[in-house]
């Protein structure tokens, strides 16, 4: 059996297409669990993302830049891989409701196969954000819903941003 490494380094990987403060809920619970954190954004996701991964990279820095063992990452390929690369042990993972843990079981148990010596953690989200995702959050600022303590502040004016350019160009070409 493996030591217990002297510095534990956690994986918290997603799309975080984006931010929410789900996620940052989660960041915050998983910075006091680990000696570092490394937010990492999955670069070559199938789905189509509304900010690139430079964009995801600075609103994560803008709102992760008071948390001194957090570090914001990107990564292609397989997870476990990267994990593996940055001498990371744990993957951290949250987990919402029933209905994440069908998925979140299967690909912990894949990572697992992949690499016995990577552990997958998961938190249970807050209750205050058990309902929080980042693709409601994009249809409801889309169809002119209100978002406000769904993302953080930053995150939200660039949410606004992008929507009302998007609305914009919709309309100049009408
Ligand atoms: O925020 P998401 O979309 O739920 O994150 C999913 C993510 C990035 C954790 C997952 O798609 C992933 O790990 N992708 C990397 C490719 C990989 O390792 N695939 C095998 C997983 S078992």
């Not at 959050?137 to 949410?159: C, T």
């Amino acid at each position: 059996m493996a030591a217990k490494p002297a510095t534990v380094i956690a994986i918290y990987p997603g799309s975080f297409d984006p931010i929410t403060n789900g996620h940052l809920d989660l960041i915050e619970r998983g910075s006091k669990l680990f000696d570092r954190l490394v937010v990492a954004i999955l670069c070559n996701d199938e789905k189509e993302p509304l900010f690139s991964v430079e964009e995801r990279m600075d609103m994560l820095r803008e709102v992760l830049s008071g948390y001194s063992n957090v570090e914001v990452d990107h990564f292609e390929g397989l997870l476990v891989d990267y994990a593996a690369a940055r001498g990371a042990t744990v993957l951290l993972r949250g987990i919402r409701a029933i209905s994440d843990y069908e998925k979140e079981l299967q690909m912990a148990l894949m990572n697992r196969r992949l690499r016995p010596d990577i552990e997958t953690l998961f938190l249970m989200s807050s209750e205050a954000h058990s309902f929080i995702s980042s693709r409601l959050v994009k249809e409801i600022i889309g169809l002119g819903g209100n978002i406000a303590g769904l993302v953080p502040p930053s995150v939200e004016v660039r949410l606004r941003k992008r929507f009302n350019a998007a609305g914009a160009s919709v309309r100049q070409a009408k």
